[in-house]
């Protein structure tokens, strides 16, 4: 079983830049493949970023974060990290991680097994 809490969102200005954390419990935390979704009001859950358990061996990020986001994992401190820089008002969303035992990097959020309760980031224009 893991716990996931996550933390770091806030409001920003267009342009500006959040640092997402998610921190883990549990010992087998290096073992999880993560991921990062948002969903804004009255859209789905949709995917952001991913990362497989195994450090640099996988990244999947969608299209509209390319180039913007960076996901990141310290397995030291069991926690997953989202750096988002120029943000846009578009990106304003409650933003989850999420745990797949499986240790994968899947943009799907049904591979994953565990979520946290998500952070809200707003962006202004």
């Known amino acids: 079983q893991v716990q996931l809490v996550e933390s770091g969102g806030g409001l920003v200005q267009a342009g500006g830049s959040l640092r997402l954390s998610c921190a883990a419990s549990?010992?087998?935390?290096?073992?999880?493949?993560m991921g990062w979704f948002r969903q804004a009001p009255g859209k789905e859950r949709a995917f952001v970023a991913a990362i497989s358990w195994n450090i640099g061996s996988r990244y999947y990020y969608a299209d509209s974060v390319k180039g913007r986001f960076t996901i990141s994992r310290d397995n030291a401190k069991n926690t997953v990290y989202l750096q988002m820089n120029s943000l846009k008002p578009e990106d304003t969303a409650v933003y989850y991680c999420?745990?797949?035992?499986?240790?994968?990097?899947?943009?799907?959020?049904?591979?994953?097994?565990?979520w946290g309760q998500g952070t809200q980031v707003t962006v202004s224009s």
């Open positions: 549990g010992r087998t935390f290096s073992s999880y493949g």
């Open positions: 999420a745990a797949d035992d499986y240790g994968s990097a899947s943009p799907l959020p049904r591979e994953y097994d565990y």
